[in-house]
């Protein structure tokens, strides 16, 4: 045990590392990590794209200093606790060091290679998913009632970090009145726990209702923009993709506690994949959302696959899986993690034909030199210096009446977060959360404006502004804000002032943000 323990523990190290050795120092934040920490400037119990435990960490992170380690610690942590997650239900069903070398090998190499490398809220899903299917299995096993309280802490937390635990909780529920596990309705300790869930959400809940539910305008923005156009044949074969190195371990996961005696008393965990995987094909969920579920998976499945291992006739695959998985790593490595400058990764995917695998495609179905990715770790700092260099060649009496706006959230997030450092004042948009946070009343007589696409000609609020100038763009040929452009408007007329003040306050009107 102890010797398994430890190598738990090598494991973890490994995954909290690999961000800060492996990442390349050309690159900086990603667009929706700007955002992200432009919510920990204005902490709240919700913004409108997500919950706010990721906000307070972000908060944290700026205490810290917000350099790249304090931003990257969290994901790095969280990856690493959820290895040591995976580890522990190994150990609970008894796997043997093969089991656990292959489980911790298999999260290691999975899509969790990307998804904890980035200040997002999947690294905290995922580790809330794995904890609650830990405490589940522990339950199962000791019968003590306390795992029930770790699992309402576990659906609370991670509500408050990411509202597809909702998902989660669903098949959960679906599980109990499905199993034998049913007989934990009649304790007292089941509803008290889901109430524990519930009071740890609760003040989430009520800045929900009392913003009329932003969580469902961004729901509906989702499937207006993106949602409508995911394929659910693309979902599934995604979630083949997404754990290359190891699908056939959650597979065999599923088959063990679907079909084996042996796996029958974990029957529940089996029924929440489904009802996740069903009920996110229903909503045209993105392939991501799922990839919380699988952690835990990839833990039974290695415990299954070694016991079968064990078996006369199969023991050279004891190291053709392994070496399988290392392979699929190095193939899917380029692509998960920037560990090159952009210019020699456009060339190492020149050389290997990454861009005949489709890798390379962004939202519009187009090839580029970068994964889109990897284009939106790019240019941000450039933008904002140019934006500050524009800002500082004003005179002082211009300045005081200069709003500093960024077109989209990414934009918005990057000046917001080098804001500070450059001497800008406070950064506006209507876009994300950002539109929370505008002056009821614009009073500003210039207007600088970073955007990737200049507004039209004849653009209601645009129009009414009597002098254009094009000052600077961003030059980073690598990044999408490729040729983005730091816009200068001056002098509106009172017509762009009422269409501002207007628009406005529908917008925080229709979230309940004007008395």
């Not at 004003?394 to 450092?421: C, E, H, W």
Request: glycine share 6%; aromatic share 18%.
């Amino acid at each position: 045990m102890k010797k398994d323990t430890r190598l738990i523990f090598i494991f973890a190290i490994i995954k909290f590392l690999i961000p800060f050795i492996f990442i390349s120092s050309a690159f900086e934040l990603h667009r929706d990590e700007y955002l992200y920490l432009a919510d920990a400037d204005h902490l709240a119990w919700g913004y409108l794209e997500m919950p706010p435990l990721l906000a307070l960490l972000g908060a944290i992170s700026k205490l810290m200093g917000g350099s790249f380690f304090a931003v990257y610690f969290w994901g790095a942590l969280l990856g690493a606790l959820t290895m040591i997650l995976v580890g522990k239900i190994v150990q609970e069903l008894k796997g043997n060091t093969f089991a656990m070398g292959i489980a911790c090998m298999a999260f290691l190499t999975s899509a969790y290679l990307r998804i904890n490398i980035l200040f997002q809220p999947n690294s905290l899903d995922g580790f809330f998913w794995t904890l609650a299917v830990y405490s589940f299995i522990r339950l199962i096993h000791s019968g003590n009632y306390k795992y029930l309280y770790y699992i309402g802490i576990s659906f609370g937390l991670g509500l408050l970090s990411k509202y597809t635990m909702g998902f989660f909780i669903a098949g959960f529920l679906v599980s109990i009145l499905g199993t034998e596990q049913r007989k934990w309705l009649k304790s007292i300790h089941f509803y008290a726990s889901m109430l524990l869930a519930l009071l740890i959400v609760l003040p989430n809940f009520l800045w929900q209702y009392n913003h009329y539910f932003p969580v469902l305008h961004h729901m509906d923005m989702l499937e207006n923009q993106q949602l409508k156009y995911t394929s659910r044949i693309d979902f599934m074969i995604a979630q083949l993709i997404m754990f290359m190195s190891s699908f056939y371990i959650w597979i065999l996961a599923l088959w063990f506690i679907g079909f084996k005696k042996e796996g029958k008393a974990y029957r529940s965990i089996g029924i929440i994949w489904l009802v996740v995987i069903l009920l996110f094909l229903w909503l045209r969920g993105k392939p991501y959302y799922a990839a919380s579920i699988y952690p835990s998976l990839l833990a039974i499945g290695s415990v299954y696959l070694a016991s079968i291992l064990q078996q006369k006739g199969f023991k050279l695959f004891r190291f053709m899986i392994p070496a399988y998985m290392l392979l699929a790593t190095l193939l899917f490595f380029p692509v998960a993690i920037p560990f090159l400058s952009p210019e020699k990764l456009d060339v190492f995917y020149q050389f290997a034909g990454t861009k005949k695998l489709g890798l390379l495609d962004w939202e519009e179905r187009k090839n580029n030199p970068l994964p889109q990715d990897f284009a939106d770790m790019l240019g941000w700092k450039e933008m904002a210096e140019k934006t500050a260099k524009v800002y500082h060649a004003l005179p002082d009496s211009i300045q005081k009446q200069t709003m500093v706006y960024g077109d989209n959230y990414g934009d918005a997030g990057a000046l917001a977060f080098y804001r500070k450092q450059l001497g800008m004042p406070e950064i506006y948009s209507d876009d994300a959360s950002f539109g929370f946070w505008l002056p009821n009343k614009f009073t500003y007589k210039y207007f600088l404006f970073a955007c990737r696409n200049m507004p039209d000609a004849d653009d209601s609020f645009f129009y009414h502004f009597k002098r254009t100038e094009i000052l600077d763009s961003v030059t980073q040929h690598y990044s999408r804000e490729y040729r983005a452009k730091i816009v200068l408007y001056s002098l509106p007329d009172d017509t762009a002032v009422s269409i501002a003040n207007r628009h406005t306050a529908i917008l925080k009107r229709s979230f309940n943000l004007i008395p």
